[in-house]
């Protein structure tokens, strides 16, 4: 966003034909055509429609322009005329419905080189809405929306509490994004819809024992998913950071492991999985003979995993161990995280480990984390009484530690 609003700033800007821009709100900003006279404009945004008007010329340029403070108000009070203009015009804004919002959003997410913000496919989020969003609902005007409305939707799904907060998550994402286009008014509805809060007890539902995770390992017969899936256990990973491992994102010598995204962004950047004995050696196994651009956990057929072939094969597996029905891949990651917590590592080292906030680790696994402190306050915190034996350990005095 360019300084406009000084003379000095405004002198160090080089004519152009294209206008500088400081941004007033998410639909107006105020902007100047910087030439020979330069000028003020305003320009607005409603959906995906674009206009400017032009103001009046800068106060450098003409004894009667217009001041930095005279164009900013002049600009508000012109903006939202255009606006409110454009909304009357607009046969989308006078009639915009949920289902429209939802075709809105997964075409904004498919236009986008990744969307880790939100955790998923633009295709999966796009079936996921459609299919747990009820016809009424979608044919809704989305200004018409309440926070009792959503309220009672996103508390209505027959769901498991995290599932139905996912769902939430990418619904309340396809709202927001209207509000910020322009095409609603007000975002308070969505904005006063909490997520629902999970027992924590759910938190731990998911993590299978040592004992639990032999027994799927053995009853797997295919030798590759095998891997796949003693890996995951091991290392903690989602399905895509094997699904994109390569022998290359190994460092056998440092026993490091460094998940790459296919597409590093700001949000998506490589992580260093740091790799114990079994890890490394399985690791190892599955790098040797092969070159460095090769998959470092292909499928059965050599290609890479694609959507929902390891879901039918560890749902066989479980049947077989006699682990419960809903035994999925990402149970895999939740045992991982589990255990590492259990036996004392901070959450921020687990957190970095997985790629997840500390805030998620805190939140999900806290009743580990509080089990754990309690745990080190029993048998390192201070003692003013004595042990049975009679000793007690004394810290050494300033003198002495001088000394």
């Known amino acids: 966003m ?21 941004r007033i709100d998410r639909s107006l900003a105020l902007g100047l055509r910087k030439g020979k006279q330069s000028a003020w404009i305003v320009r607005v945004q409603v959906g995906d429609t674009k ?12 004894d009667t322009g217009l001041s930095y403070s005279k164009a900013l108000d002049l600009a508000q009070k012109t903006g939202a005329e255009m606006i409110e203009a454009m909304r009357d015009d607009s046969p989308i804004t006078r009639s915009y419905t949920v289902e429209q919002c939802v075709t809105d959003f997964v075409k904004h997410l498919s236009q986008r080189r990744s969307v880790e913000d939100v955790g998923s496919s633009a295709y999966s989020i796009n079936k996921t809405l459609r299919r747990h969003i009820p016809p009424v609902l979608m044919k809704m005007q989305v200004a018409d929306l309440t926070a009792r409305h959503l309220n009672k939707w996103h508390k209505g799904l027959d769901l498991k509490p995290i599932t139905a907060n996912l769902q939430w998550r990418y619904f309340r994402a396809a709202l927001s994004l209207a509000f910020k286009n322009g095409l ?17 007890s759910a938190a731990i ?6 004992e639990q995770v032999n027994d799927l390992l053995k009853a797997i017969d295919e030798p590759k998913f095998r891997d796949l899936c003693e890996a995951a256990f091991l290392t903690g990973g989602r399905l895509n950071d094997y699904v994109n491992a390569r022998v290359a994102h190994v460092d056998l010598e440092r026993a490091v492991w460094i998940v790459t995204p296919p597409r590093p ?19 190892a196994r599955r790098a040797a003979g092969k070159e460095p651009d090769d998959l470092l956990f ?7 995993w694609r959507k929902n072939m390891q879901q039918p094969r560890i749902k066989r597996a479980a049947q ?13 990651r939740h045992s991982y995280i589990s255990h590492t917590l259990a036996n004392g590592a901070p959450p921020s080292t687990v957190a970095d480990l997985v790629g997840t906030s500390v805030a998620m680790i805190e939140k999900t696994y806290r009743h580990l984390i509080e089990s754990h402190a ?29 000394q």
């Not at 406009?4 to 206008?19: M, S, V």
């Not at 539902?205 to 040592?210: G, N, P, Q, S, V």
């Not at 292909?298 to 890479?304: L, V």
């Open 2 to 22: 360019t300084k406009l609003d000084t003379k000095t700033a405004r002198a160090k800007l080089e004519a152009r034909k294209t206008a500088y821009v400081s």
């Open 51 to 62: 206009q400017e008007r032009r103001l009046g010329v800068v106060e450098e340029s003409s």
């Open 184 to 200: 609603v008014d007000d975002d308070s509805a969505w904005r006063r819809v909490h997520s629902i809060e999970v027992p924590e």
């Open 205 to 210: 539902r998911d993590a299978l024992t040592i």
């Open 265 to 283: 962004s700001k949000k998506a950047r490589p992580r260093n999985v740091y790799l114990n004995d079994e890890a490394l050696e399985l690791f």
């Open 298 to 304: 292909p499928a059965p057929d050599g290609e890479a």
């Open 320 to 332: 077989r161990a006699g682990l419960p029905s809903e035994v999925c891949f990402n149970w895999l």
């Open 374 to 402: 309690r745990q080190v306050v029993a048998s390192a915190s201070p003692r003013l009484k004595p042990e049975r034996d009679g000793k007690v350990v004394r810290l050494p005095s300033k003198a002495g530690a001088e």
